[in-house]
């Protein structure tokens, strides 16, 4: 039997994911509260919803891709009352761990499965089925989905048991977080000192020092001055915010965990929300990461 899917939230991330599935023969529905949202999602082969509920009672894996735990948690209410015995919950999030583990908890008890896989690759990963996905699941629940993970992804890491997954993808991007500023700081100590910032990203990324902020960030998103990568600044900070909580929740000494927390919550002040996760790099150097406008 061929399995029917769900996506809930069709923004940048999951409308390119269902659209994805879709293109590889997936029968795909797909809600968002925008209907501008359903109807992009139309035009690319997903049958738009619009009932939240529809979706729900009618898929055999539902994909989560929402903005925040809080979001994930007010969509578990509505699965918990519409869901059958049997369907599998794949949360795309970045969420917490705990969040994660309590929504398992309330879902199991009704037969229904619980996964955390939190992506990476952007808008253009999702669009492309060559997102990494770090993955907290139950082994049997991770079978059930495995052949539309495998359609809607390039990599596939299962890192342990429910909230694992939210757990590996806090750490990674708060190392996203800090390579972005550190780099930064790199780039403009040698522009200062006489060596152009393209060479010096040559040259870096031929040694040991390299990130995916030197290999793919800085040359795609910041050194053209695009800054236009579908990641906001308001989202990376909520997630060096989760890392910041998780780190306080386990009483962990992380000095630079720390400091790259309080870096990221002070860009408020000039960055807006909006504006691109890369654009962080302006408050490090201003003259040589602006847009001169």
Not at 139 to 151: F, I, K, N, R, S
């Amino acid at each position: 039997m061929a399995v029917k899917v769900g996506v809930i939230g069709l923004g940048n991330m999951g409308g390119g994911m269902a659209a994805t599935l879709a293109g590889k023969g997936f029968e795909v529905l797909g809600f968002d509260l925008a209907a501008s949202a359903r109807e992009a999602a139309a035009a690319r082969g997903v049958q738009p919803v619009a009932e939240q509920a529809a979706v729900i009672g009618a898929v055999d894996v539902l994909i989560l891709s929402l903005p925040k735990a809080e979001h994930v948690e007010a969509v578990c209410q509505g699965i918990l009352a519409q869901g059958r015995a049997g369907l599998v919950v794949v949360d795309t999030t970045t969420s917490t761990p705990d969040t994660s583990r309590r929504m398992a908890a309330a879902l199991a008890a009704q037969g229904i499965g619980f996964i955390d896989a939190p992506v990476s690759g952007g808008p253009k990963g999702a669009a492309s089925g060559t997102m990494a996905m770090v993955i907290g699941a139950a082994d049997e629940h991770l079978a059930t989905a495995l052949p539309v993970l495998e359609a809607m992804s390039g990599t596939r890491v299962h890192v342990g048991a429910v909230g694992a997954g939210n757990v590996a993808k806090i750490a990674n991007n708060l190392l996203a977080a800090a390579h972005l500023i550190s780099t930064a700081e790199a780039v403009s100590l040698a522009a200062q000192a006489g060596v152009a910032p393209e060479k010096l990203l040559e040259g870096i990324n031929a040694g040991s020092g390299r990130s995916a902020a030197s290999q793919v960030m800085f040359p795609t998103w910041v050194m053209n001055k695009a800054y236009d990568s579908g990641f906001s600044m308001g989202l990376m900070r909520k997630d060096v915010g989760l890392a910041a909580s998780l780190a306080q929740s386990l009483d962990a000494d992380l000095p630079l965990a720390r400091e790259v927390a309080r870096l990221w919550q002070a860009s408020a002040e000039t960055l807006a929300d909006g504006d691109d996760f890369c654009c962080i790099v302006q408050r490090t150097d201003a003259q040589l990461f602006g847009r001169g406008e």
